[in-house]
């Protein structure tokens, strides 16, 4: 049912820039590319969303591409505490708004 | 303000007992779902509540069935427990209007179902 593709795993640096990548090839007009994060133990955590343009807030930037066909979640000084597993989805506005999870992305940040 | 709390946070139970997870909503919010996470893999849908009644429903089996009381809060009941239940269940809470769009889903911490 996932309806993204994300890469299983990546390493970064603390203090670098992480970008993690979403392929969403078959969005459509009406949806919604929503990140969350799920840290060992803890029920995943919203980070950002969005529709075409780009978005930011104190946690993260989200860049679309212009197709919409892949998005791009940047946390631009990774911290040991954003190693976690981290979530792209799609989301139809509209009438229930039910999450489907995929399998995500595991972030290791190193020191 | 208070987020999503959900209990017990840990459960052992017997395969073909029946267990009772609870889950009250973060304050404001008016619709609970529920979500099935197995070890290793993303959460899974199992249904969602609104104005006390099942609004969507997920690739489960019958043996999971819920409840949305007046004042939000939720039940997740599961019957006949199998060895492959075992795993983390997660209640989330939204609100039910456009504002959803706005602010998500608010997760609680699960609570850990282990069948022997």
């Known amino acids: 049912d996932a309806k993204t593709t994300q890469p299983p795993s990546m390493d970064c640096a603390e203090g670098r820039a992480a970008n993690l990548p979403c392929n969403h090839s078959t969005i459509s007009g009406n949806e919604y590319v929503y990140w969350y994060r799920q840290i060992h133990s803890q029920g995943p955590q919203y980070i950002i969303h969005?529709?075409?343009n780009n978005e930011t807030n104190e946690m993260a930037s989200l860049i679309i591409t212009e197709d919409r066909k892949s998005s791009t979640l940047i946390l631009p000084h990774a911290t040991l505490r954003d190693t976690a597993v981290y979530y792209c989805?799609?989301?139809?506005?509209?009438?229930?708004?039910?999450?489907?999870f995929g399998a995500g992305t595991i972030l290791r940040v190193k020191s | 303000d208070a987020g999503v709390t959900q209990s017990p946070t840990h459960l052992i139970k017997t395969r073909g007992q029946q267990v009772t997870l609870r889950c009250s909503p973060k304050s404001g919010h008016d619709t609970v779902s529920w979500y099935q996470q197995a070890l290793g893999q993303g959460p899974q849908f199992i249904f969602q509540?609104?104005?006390?009644?099942?609004?969507q429903r997920g690739n489960f089996p019958d043996r999971f069935s819920g409840h949305q009381f007046p004042n939000y809060s939720s039940e997740l009941n599961v019957n006949a427990l199998l060895l492959g239940d075992s795993a983390l269940y997660l209640c989330?809470?939204?609100?039910?209007?456009?504002?959803?769009?706005?602010?998500?889903?608010?997760f609680g911490s699960g609570t850990r179902l282990t069948v022997v």
């Open positions: 989330a809470s939204s609100l039910s209007d456009y504002r959803w769009s706005l602010y998500g889903y608010t």
């Open positions: 989805i799609v989301r139809v506005e509209g009438y229930g708004n039910k999450l489907v």
């Open positions: 969005g529709l075409k």
């Open positions: 509540y609104y104005e006390e009644e099942e609004r």
